[in-house]
């Protein structure tokens, strides 16, 4: 299993305008989620629409590749990215990483990919139980409920499972790194939106809808993400 990592970045955030450029600790966001990812393993590229962006991590010694403008989704870009990629037959993974989430641990790249030891999964992603209750009811914190064998039921914004009398469950939260066997993700990309994804504006609802099983590993990390400026300042 070859696994390769694409990390779409965009400038034109609606919430926070320059993000993958954003500084922390001397470092920009874009440089530690690259880095972190070239530690679990050295087939790395940034896909980005802006030229700052390529720019800056040609400068900083990553790999970028161009892309569209008017891609809609983040999986999308890597799609025309890893197109672009010479020799990209001889990957069979491509792994979806945010360019958002600067202290991704490589830990759960590895708890992704090991995954796709098993020739039936398709889709990868990774979910963690959620101990707090402002978690639970913030629409920003995707929820994920799964079968017994991992793979995804449904994603939602709201609180899932609804608890309709007093006994207690657990909940997870999402966490959006994807994993892709390279067939795959040529097809999901050729879907059009379903309605489910146009409310809940989750992709991943377009690729159950259309009968794609998602498989989920459980981490214990937890993720700091970063969506605005005010994330920024809480690191």
């Known amino acids: 299993m070859k696994p390769l990592i694409i990390i779409p970045a965009r400038y034109a955030s609606t919430r926070f305008p320059g993000k993958p450029l954003a500084n922390i600790n001397g470092k920009s966001m874009i440089m530690h989620v690259f880095d972190r990812a070239k530690s679990f393993c050295n087939n790395v590229f940034v896909a980005t629409d802006d030229e700052r962006i390529f720019d800056h991590v040609l400068a900083s010694g990553g790999m970028a590749i161009m892309t569209s403008e008017k891609h809609q989704s983040g999986t999308d870009r ?6 672009k990629i010479e020799n990209n037959q001889n990957f069979d993974i491509v792994i979806n990483l945010q360019g958002d989430e600067p202290f991704i641990e490589p830990a759960q790249i590895s708890e992704l990919t090991n995954l796709f030891s098993e020739p039936e999964v398709m889709i990868g992603t990774l979910a963690r139980e959620i101990n707090e209750m402002k978690d639970i009811t913030d629409p920003n914190k995707v ?12 994603f939602s914004r709201s ?8 006994e207690k469950t657990r909940y997870y939260k999402h966490v959006g790194i994807y994993a892709f066997r390279a067939e795959i993700l040529k097809k999901i990309t050729a879907i059009q939106p379903c309605e489910l994804e146009n409310t809940e504006k989750l992709e991943q ?9 998602i498989h989920l590993a459980v981490t214990h990390f937890d993720n700091i993400s970063v969506d605005t400026p005010e994330d920024l300042k809480k690191l």
């Open 159 to 166: 609180v899932i499972p609804f608890i309709r009398e007093t």
């Open 78 to 83: 890597i799609n025309e990215a890893f197109g």
């Open 205 to 213: 609802l377009r690729w159950l809808y259309n009968g794609y099983n």
């Open 143 to 154: 929820k994920v409920v799964f079968d017994k064998n991992g793979k995804a039921l449904y």
